[in-house]
């Protein structure tokens, strides 16, 4: 099992630009969720899936889409890059409706906006 | 919405002294998880705690859930140098599938 995969690991972007962050997990979990973390922030979840087909929001949604198409990916989309959105960028997913919740994060993006 | 505060933000200690990190939720919790995130790393889940009182140990770590499922704690007895990191706590509300998580205790070891 590769468990949960990023791409890029890292990325610089220009304010206006769009780009696709993906995550991918091939432990056929029900739950992912996007969180990014800033200094002193902790980890804020951004959007999050309990399934193909089906995304909400989490704590600070703006700015950012979502989809789950399939099981395993869970891609994050920045429509218009703002410098505010400066982070490092954390994929998760976990089994739901089972007595452990064990959360497996990927490795991270790191992305700067100028 | 949902609000998990953990303290302190930052603690230093001598190597081989206790540490304890404090987490609080607004809302009465259906579990809690503890995280380690190792300085450049990604938070790797430590445990979870389900029920009411719960008390989890490993090694040296000590979990606890209260009464009240409302807050929670990890203590380190005798700290070495390996559990330098970031220890967050993450909230799950019964009927909402959002885990949320507290901003983190900053360990630092002096060695």
């Known amino acids: 099992n590769a468990g949960v995969t990023q791409t890029p690991k890292f990325q610089v972007l220009k304010t206006g630009q769009s780009m696709t962050l993906q995550c991918a997990q091939d432990m056929n979990h029900e739950y992912m969720s996007w969180y990014r973390q800033d200094p002193g922030m902790g980890l804020r979840l951004i959007h999050y899936?309990?399934?193909?087909?089906?995304?909400d929001q989490g704590e600070v949604p703006n700015g950012y889409n979502v989809s789950r198409s399939t099981t395993e990916d869970f891609p994050l989309r920045l429509l218009s890059a703002a410098p505010s959105q400066t982070s490092v960028y954390f994929c998760?997913?976990?089994?739901?409706?089972?007595?452990?919740?064990?959360?497996?994060f990927g490795p991270g993006t790191r992305l700067t906006v100028l | 919405g949902q609000q998990v505060m953990q303290i302190p933000q930052y603690q230093h200690v001598q190597e081989g002294e206790d540490f304890t990190t404090y987490c609080n939720s607004s809302?009465?919790?259906?579990?809690i998880q503890w995280y380690k995130q190792r300085p450049g790393g990604h938070p790797v889940f430590l445990i979870q705690l389900v029920k009411s009182g719960e008390v989890k140990k490993q090694k040296r770590l000590t979990f606890q859930f209260g009464e009240a499922k409302k807050n929670s704690s990890l203590h380190i007895t005798a700290t070495q140098t390996t559990d330098v990191g970031t220890y967050f706590c993450a909230g799950h509300t019964r009927g909402d599938d959002k885990i949320i998580f507290g901003k983190g205790t900053r360990l630092h070891i002096l060695p």
């Open positions: 998760a997913s976990r089994h739901t409706g089972t007595s452990t919740d064990t959360q497996y």
């Open positions: 899936s309990v399934g193909a087909g089906i995304t």
């Open positions: 809302t009465t919790l259906s579990n």
